[in-house]
């Protein structure tokens, strides 16, 4: 079946503007994760989701980031105003549900570069 | 909060050769512990994992391995192949919570 889609997969943005950055869940999986990699980094974990409701947004960075998912499927992060140090590519990752470590498949990325 | 380190950041072996990296983590109520391989360009793929009631588990040439009580996991590639070539990122999810804590990756080239 279809895996985690995430769209666009670049963005390039001058700073200060407002971005929103998309992603498809894998069908029937109830739990979506957003996570951050910068070069040479590890997946930095961002926030996530169990059906509608943001079960931990502890490692979204300030206020300028913030992450909605309506309908329990489609996930939207947006960031305002957006900074040089924003620039990373944004993964997304989904899973059947949460409680007892489902395994997390991984969107292809949002590269997005902030100028 | 959980801390993931990750050993060592390069790998290079001779193709037909093993491969072997070490990952400790600092959170004891840790349970669930996956490991990932990436190409350039690419998303994460999950290769392996480990929950915490067990000490090793493997599938064909990867296997993984759990020491609880030193809060180390192992992965171990045998009979290496130039397509092993990839970064490999271990990662633990904590008591409580589902998020992915990742170590900082091994970068591992196989050599015909």
């Known amino acids: 079946g279809a895996g985690v889609s995430q769209t666009p997969s670049n963005k390039v943005t001058e700073k200060g503007k407002y971005v929103e950055l998309r992603c498809d869940p894998i069908s029937g999986h109830t739990a979506l994760y957003w996570y951050r990699q910068s070069l040479g980094q590890g997946p930095e974990f961002l926030i996530y989701?169990?059906?509608?409701?943001?079960?931990?947004d502890s490692g979204l960075p300030n206020d300028r980031f913030f992450a909605v998912r309506p309908e329990g499927s489609v996930s939207t992060l947006k960031i305002q105003r957006t900074e040089r140090g924003d620039s990373a590519v944004y993964l997304c990752?989904?899973?059947?549900?949460?409680?007892?470590?489902?395994?997390?498949?991984f969107g292809p990325g949002t590269r997005l570069t902030v100028t | 909060g959980e801390n993931v380190e990750q050993h060592p950041s390069t790998l290079s072996v001779q193709e037909g050769d093993s491969a072997v990296i070490k990952c400790t983590y600092s959170d004891s109520a840790s349970n669930y512990f996956p490991w990932y391989k990436q190409e350039l360009g690419k998303r994460p793929q999950l290769i392996i994992d480990?929950?915490?009631?067990?000490g090793e588990k493997k599938d064909q040439r990867i296997a993984v391995t759990l020491n609880k009580t030193a809060k180390h996991f192992s992965l171990h590639i045998t009979e290496t192949q130039p397509e092993d070539s990839a970064v490999y990122f271990c990662?633990?999810?904590?008591?409580?919570?589902?998020?992915?804590?990742f170590g900082t990756g091994t970068r591992l080239q196989v050599f015909p």
């Open positions: 990752a989904s899973s059947l549900s949460t409680g007892i470590s489902y395994e997390q498949y």
């Open positions: 480990i929950r915490s009631n067990v």
């Open positions: 990662a633990a999810v904590g008591w409580n919570t589902d998020k992915l804590i």
């Open positions: 989701f169990q059906g509608t409701g943001a079960a931990d």
